[in-house]
């Protein structure tokens, strides 16, 4: 009668389960001993290492590669003596593995070891083995053993390699709140077991669940391409490539003499505002006038192209941590209300009172613009308390839609000279000026409708290409060269206001 341990092949012959017991040792709290210094030793050596770092472990061999010699220098548990194996190293040990070519060296420490109760693993020689040195899991405070019962290493490695692969890195935070868990339990245990059953249920689900948003990402970005490539495919068959590249030389053709020039308008332009919360007008406006086009035109069409590349702006700013929520929060709804008035009151009242506002504004960014470049030379200012959020930006909504720009000068230099950080103050106010060119440029569009498109073609195309460089730059340019900057960028925009007018 077959013993219950075995099971039968298809032939009927019994075969031998694994009967193999898995248990863990506490190796910094036992003795090891290997015996070999060649390549197989520093494999075993390796293994141990992998697994038990802080493991007692004495090599003895009468050659010791140098290669194993550079491992077990850096573990001081680890000891190394060089000459041949003596039957007095296996006193006070608990395991040995042996490790040389050496077969009957193997026969008498494996018998030497049986009388003094140490277990033994002998490299290739299952028969000789005590215990086999499974492959081996690790991820964090999670191991797992893999043994085939000395029959095939190659399956252990695999199946090491694919549950190195399936196991989350994040395993060591389960076991880690698990343990808080099982800590606290108390009073009816089975029940408390129950619910730690339940939560690691729900750990597990929530793994599977992102795994497959992951899955879903990727099956979705696959699809998007197998889209593109068939209405690439369509394209291309209907209408001819060659048809294609003659239509775009022809429509480029079409194009200002200055559209490139237009385009460095808008890139710098974005790139000052980007980086130092203001600068856009004066900047795209001062390289426009020097193509030829007209200041009426410059004015409609910044006003319109603002709009997006404040939007990729405010998005970079806010993708980079630029932004502080409670400051957008505080200066949107009022900043935008101030464009909307002051738009109406512009498209409604013409450039009579305009002309009259706009050296009030000049004056008053100047003096920020002066204390802008002595702060720049002072000690860091304490940030004080500042209340009057609504205020600033309903003036400086209206401003920038009123008196054709200011909403950077205005709110971007009261904050800062009031002690706010620039990186925040940046990125809070070129977010908020989105919205606040936003509804200016609706206003307008509204009422006057929008013309020269070549300009604002040029200008969103520059100042998009302009926006993530200068969001990266924000908070990077050192304080006082920032301050300096701002200082004298107000001080120009608003004495080139001040001579236009007088």
Not at 7 to 20: E, R, V
Not at 314 to 324: D, I, L, Q
Not at 407 to 434: A, D, Q
Request: hydrophobic letters at 45%.
């Amino acid at each position: 009668m077959a013993n219950q341990n075995n099971s039968s092949d298809q032939s009927g012959a019994p075969t031998k389960k694994n009967n193999l017991y898995p248990i863990f040792l506490k190796l910094d709290e036992l003795n090891a001993l290997v015996v070999g210094g060649g390549n197989v030793g520093l494999e075993k050596v390796n293994a141990l290492l992998f697994s038990s770092p802080e493991a007692n472990v004495t090599v003895v061999a009468p050659e010791i590669k140098t290669e194993l010699k550079e491992v077990i220098k850096h573990h001081a548990a680890y000891s190394l003596i060089e000459r041949k194996f003596e039957d007095q190293d296996l006193e006070g040990k608990d395991i040995a593995i042996l490790a040389t070519d050496d077969k009957e060296l193997h026969k008498h420490i494996k018998q030497l070891a049986r009388r003094n109760g140490v277990l033994c693993n002998v490299a290739d020689t299952p028969e000789l083995c005590d215990f086999y040195l499974s492959s081996v899991v690790k991820k964090g405070n999670l191991k797992i053993a893999i043994s085939t019962n000395g029959k095939s290493p190659t399956i252990a490695k695999r199946l090491k390699e694919t549950f190195n692969q399936a196991l989350p890195d994040e395993i060591d935070q389960v076991l880690d709140n698990m343990h808080s868990i099982r800590n606290k339990l108390n009073g009816n245990f089975a029940e408390k077991v129950k619910k730690l059953n339940r939560i690691s249920k729900v750990l597990v689900e929530s793994e599977q669940v992102a795994r497959e948003k992951r899955i879903q990402k990727i099956a979705t970005y696959s699809i998007l391409s197998f889209a593109l490539m068939l209405i690439g495919h369509f394209i291309f068959s209907y209408v001819p490539f060659q048809q294609i590249v003659d239509d775009s030389v022809a429509w480029y053709k079409t194009l200002d003499d200055n559209f490139h020039w237009m385009m460095l308008a808008g890139f710098l332009a974005q790139l000052v505002d980007g980086a130092l919360g203001m600068g856009y007008g004066v900047t795209s406006a001062t390289v426009l006038l020097s193509t030829g086009i007209s200041p009426v035109a410059i004015s409609g069409s910044i006003h319109t192209a603002e709009t997006f590349a404040a939007g990729v702006s405010g998005y970079s700013h806010y993708k980079f941590g630029n932004v502080n929520k409670k400051l957008f929060k505080a200066l949107v709804i009022p900043g935008v209300i101030g464009a909307v008035v002051g738009a109406l009151l512009l498209v409604l009242l013409g450039d009579k009172y305009g002309n009259h506002l706009r050296p009030v504004i000049a004056v008053y960014t100047l003096f920020l613009g002066i204390k802008f470049i002595l702060n720049a030379f002072r000690q860091t200012k304490v940030v004080q308390k500042f209340k009057h959020y609504s205020l600033l930006a309903t003036v400086g909504g209206f401003f920038d839609s009123f008196g054709g720009g200011g909403w950077g000068p205005i709110v971007t230099s009261t904050l800062i000279n009031n002690g706010r950080s620039h990186k925040y103050v940046i990125g809070s106010v070129s977010l908020t000026e989105f919205f606040i060119t936003l509804a200016s440029a609706f206003t307008f569009f509204t009422m006057l409708g929008v013309s020269h498109w070549q300009v604002i073609f040029a200008l969103m195309i520059g100042g998009t290409i302009a926006a993530p460089i200068a969001a990266k730059l924000a908070g990077k340019i050192p304080k006082k060269t920032s301050y300096l900057l701002l200082g004298i960028l107000v001080v120009f925009w608003s004495v080139r206001i001040l001579i236009k007018v007088f």
